[in-house]
């Protein structure tokens, strides 16, 4: 299998560079009978785009065309194809990193693997984070499928650099955070956020930080024992996006230090049915969801773009050189990070839900069509602006 | 696809229950020409033996017979299957779980997944940590044919609970922590491992720890963008493995807190070629092998069996209850989790070298079969006891 | 992927040679709770196995053991390892072949491809028939669970040599073709195919056939545009069987000398049901299942190996020479074919019928399996030896 | 798996529907370093154009835009995305099959499958002919690639109606065929072939064939035991296209009426290498190649859309009613098929070489490059409209 498709019933390609003609990506497995229309990708695309308040200065209108697979509002059972043209593209800031490979970027790994001479150096090419925009745009459907089972998924930004969030959050106002312009889920922490962003752009550093990702509803039960089990799909999923360096869910690491007798979840009665006391394992155990909310994180390093110069090999030469990396780059990956996350989230658990026949492989009837249109509404309404005093 | 096979090229599937009658792996995708034979698996099989000083008192032989696929001592391109039968097993220590789901255990997602009646309760059933022989056995055909490449991988127990490793490790003592009971890199922190696992099994409780896993030349390129990176492979890999809760690699969750500037790693020249100066990114750069050294660590929760009474729900009355967990377990599944870390690991290297062209998919020609068995007596060489002064 | 698995959520994993110590099957993505026991899958090996009057002399009780997915009488959702021993193996009649090729047969193609060294050459190695065992053995479980929607697989052999059958058949004669030496359906052409293969004995000559399978109230809507049509995946499945060269369905070949006008199936009521006029298509339209039944055909070569003398080339001399193929095999391999074509059939149409959420991907409820059950044994009876007068 | 991927390292998926925005396929698993462009892709689009001389009077300019995965002429290993828009669409001549399935195609399965209203029935949506658009354009980077190891395909009409080729046919004339109308390798069945397709159109009615096709300099050792054998493999591709009701290779059926003394093909001494005598079993053999020309068939049904009324019900009110299908149609599918069934053997093929290792996975290097390029451009020379006299 070449390694630009995911997902095994539910399945995306993605394709397309950075600064090539269009990115994009078809989206195969989805049920017939879904209502799909280009403002439901709009919507979920919106909030990775560049260009917004504090992350990356390209701006880029990212207004998806939809080229097959849907028919009246609903989608046929055929391959959706979803196309975004590059349009504000300045290769011109690209032409040093021909010659200078970027730390902590892909640069030199591709060269090793394709050929100096096949590299696509603009702007990253392939390896550039604008190739997740056919990620959120096949997350889209999957998010409005996953309706069907009344499961939704909010991301926040858990911490950026040293600033942590340490008090408990509400799934409401992870969903809020959205529009917030750190993905942060409180107005505190959305403040010191914005204040170490800052920060790193005056000093042409950046920073790292952690996504966090909520699942409300997930379907008990998925998961297949033992290779495809939740948790390691889920870390297959999330380990792929670019800048992504761990993933836990539950506890995670944390576990690593308890001892088993504080860190078992016993086993209650919660709501007249099975349920467990404290979530520990974050909705996840023997790699089958148990019906708790899901909870996982990702660790994402630090942009490696940065102004402050840093040494490289000039490839010419192969002298020592240094560079200063221009270009129009996120301070820190992470804020818009929390998208992918939740996207590759919403894959994983679309797939899943699909294989084990909680939701149709096949079509959705009116019935289940219009139970999904409304829930979808709603959860847009649920996103709305962070107050000010919460 | 269901979900007990894993790899695209070189393929296992793994079968078999815990008080079934056997359990074992098919191995496809083994190109012809490899020299093989039942001790080269019958060698990584025994580091993962129950039985051995400190872990579960199960006392297996673990004897793989090879089925299939070997002709005059060496891989014929067809299939390989491994199986080893269960001997000693005592299913009566089972009967209480039938009716008590375990906290932190597999029992009560099974049971909502395939049914109550479906459930095999007989020690964890497939949900068991002794399916993982299977993957040991495979993997030490791919540890095998990395020798191809004259890669070499190895792992230690870095922590368990509060006691870690801080100090650096030498990869030689790395591979010498095969001996270890606990899998500890150095005497000393084997002393110290020693002592808590005691102190767990005297009050009948459990620790969790971190193993952490060194890969010693590893091709350079290796892995598919965009999703198919090769952290992407290795996490799914990993966090497929039983109780594990976490994953990362290079500096991991270190670099969610850091800066660009610390964090990113130069480019310099090594050795006359070009290399990076500090291996921050443990080896994998934009999702694709650096040349660098491959690290990376898992989390693994505590043993959830435990003798500790915990609440839990009978069945039977819906009735709240209490379980203390008997049967024969480890009191921290980390140090044997190091052995299933290192499998998992080997399996994804050798699928990506042989997708990426690196070993070849089809034979080994005598020449090259000759230099891999010269390397794979080195290598079980070089895993000898640890020194008592180091 | 390697070659040695076939499905994609039923999916089967084969391994095992004709002379190795076994033969068998991994059988993953079953569903649990299907009943299931060892003499299911003895029944349908028995019509495969060779020994049998007017076939190989090879005598193989083929005993099936079942290792794992099991318990209760009932299978878990864990995959289902199948092991049958190979007792009568005389590798000695092998000799000849190991410097000689036999015409007709993969020992080059399998030489040119692993190596010469890597060749087992014992009775064709993993190119032999008995690799069949495996197949058929899986297949008892997708027949079984095939009749969760009534589904019902029957072959017959249609032709050997010029001699054809020409009258219309009854279903219910072609499942009792199954106890025919010849895989009659009917007491006068069997004696014909008789006659025949003893010729063809008497000769040291052998024989091409045409198996020709039913199936019963296959699902409509069964078949994955644009790739995945069923019948691409049929012609697939079937086209991986030895010495099978030749695929079609419904009319097939004779519709390409066919004008629209009298090939196209017009659409009618039936049984106050949509339905089709004539079945010229086979039960297939747009490469997805009609309703109607499933019609196809598999062209056998005759077998290769045959006394007769024929040239090939001494590999140590390079020099022409002449082989003559000792060994027991079957004067018309088409005879057994029938069995491995209704298998092949029987895989496809499961894995389609899971894929499209008609038979469930994760468990059977006890009155769902209590149906299968009754089906089962009235399909078992329904099993019978053709009657002298019909 | 969805349906709407082939191939398992150089991966094609395709989307779009008759009468939507566009057609097109993103293919994975491009080696980088490969020449390409826009024209090279055109090349091959052109023979399955309609809009040519006897075949359907649809107009479309099939002008391919290359969305991603070239830079500097050349592949990068990134995914190509290729679009066709459609232009020359005229609905409205399929508003009477919105009630009226026609017989022999695929509307009333869709429904069956999809669900009517989810139905896109404007030009047979995705089931339209149209879909291999995106086959054909993926086939010029496989056709391409496989100048690697000098492999050529060529296809032509054998038969049409009861009108068939007898004559041995030259690889040279087969190219040739391309540029004719009626895909005949010489002019006399030319003549007759394209009579016959205007008595059709005439009539208003329509013809079945069988298309040939040979590939020059396979690489022996392809095909993967025992299920992804090469003749498995191509069976299903073929299989997999619109109206293909056969598949045959080597003698095909006609093998099923021979003796072994007859059919095997003998073993010699050619050009100094092993070889085979007569080729019988057209270049496969085990199911792995073996070096000699491939030769296949695949029988076209009859196109099903026929101007001749034929019977439907009318699914307003479930009365029998009429059909006469209007909208523009080729009076032979069989013709057009031949560009599609030499696509499907390219993908095939390209896909096996690159998984045994013949064709390197990951990039060509210049010199490599230069040679494809060189070979490419006298197979385009190569293909030139048949001579009046030969």
Same mark, same amino acid.
């Not at 919106?46 to 207004?63: H, I, Q, T, W, Y």
């Not at 989230?345 to 009837?365: F, N």
């Given at each position: ?75 046929? &059972?055929?391959?959706?194809? *979803?196309? #975004?043209? !590059? ?10 990193? +021909?010659? $200078? ?106 920073? &790292?930080?952690?996504?966090? *990702?909520? #699942?409300? !509803? ?10 495809? +089990?939740? $948790? ?159």
């Amino acid at each position: 299998m070449p390694g630009n498709s995911f997902g095994n019933i539910f399945r995306i390609t993605t394709f397309g560079e950075s600064h090539g003609p269009a990115v994009g990506a078809v989206i195969d497995g989805v049920p017939a009978g879904l209502p799909l229309d280009k403002e439901d990708i709009q919507f979920e695309l919106s909030f990775r785009r560049p260009g917004r308040f504090l992350v990356s200065g390209r701006r880029e209108k990212d207004e998806p065309e939809i080229l097959s697979g849907i028919f009246n509002g609903k989608t046929t &059972g055929a391959p959706i194809a *979803i196309l #975004v043209r !590059n349009n504000d593209v300045i290769s011109s800031l690209y032409e040093e990193i +021909k010659y $200078k490979p970027r730390p902590g970027h892909a640069d030199l790994p591709y060269i090793m693997r394709y050929g100096y001479e096949n590299w696509d150096y603009r702007g990253g090419g392939r390896s550039s984070a604008r190739e997740t925009v056919g990620r959120v745009a096949a997350s889209a459907i999957a998010k409005k499928l996953l309706m069907f089972t009344n499961t939704i998924i909010a991301g926040h930004l858990k911490s950026l650099g040293n600033i942590e969030l340490d008090t408990e959050v509400k799934f409401d106002d992870i969903l809020c955070s959205k529009y917030s312009p750190v993905r942060a889920s409180n107005k505190d922490i959305e403040n010191k956020f914005i204040e170490l962003v800052k920060k790193a752009t005056t000093e042409g550093d950046s920073y &790292g930080g952690i996504a966090e *990702i909520f #699942v409300e !509803n997930p379907p008990p039960g998925l998961g297949e024992p033992v290779f495809d +089990k939740i $948790k390691a799909d889920l870390a297959k999923a999330i380990m792929s996006i670019p800048a992504a360096v761990g993933f836990e869910y539950g506890l995670g690491f944390k576990l690593a230090k308890m001892r088993g007798s504080e860190a078992n979840d016993e086993i209650i009665i919660k709501n007249g049915k099975l349920g467990w006391k404290n979530n520990t394992s974050g909705g996840i155990l023997g790699g089958i969801t148990n019906g708790e909310p899901i909870i996982l994180r990702c660790a994402f390093k630090p942009t490696s773009s940065i102004r402050i110069p840093q040494e490289t090999i000039d490839l010419r030469t192969m002298n020592e050189s240094k560079i200063s990396v221009l270009g129009r780059h996120d301070p820190a990956v992470a804020i818009r990070g929390v998208s992918v996350v939740e996207a590759m989230t919403s894959l994983v658990l679309v797939d899943h839900a699909i294989r084990s026949g909680v939701i149709p492989s096949v079509k959705i009837d009116n019935k289940e069509a219009e139970i999904i249109q409304e829930r979808w509404l709603r959860y847009k309404e649920a996103c709305k602006p962070l107050e000010e005093s919460q």
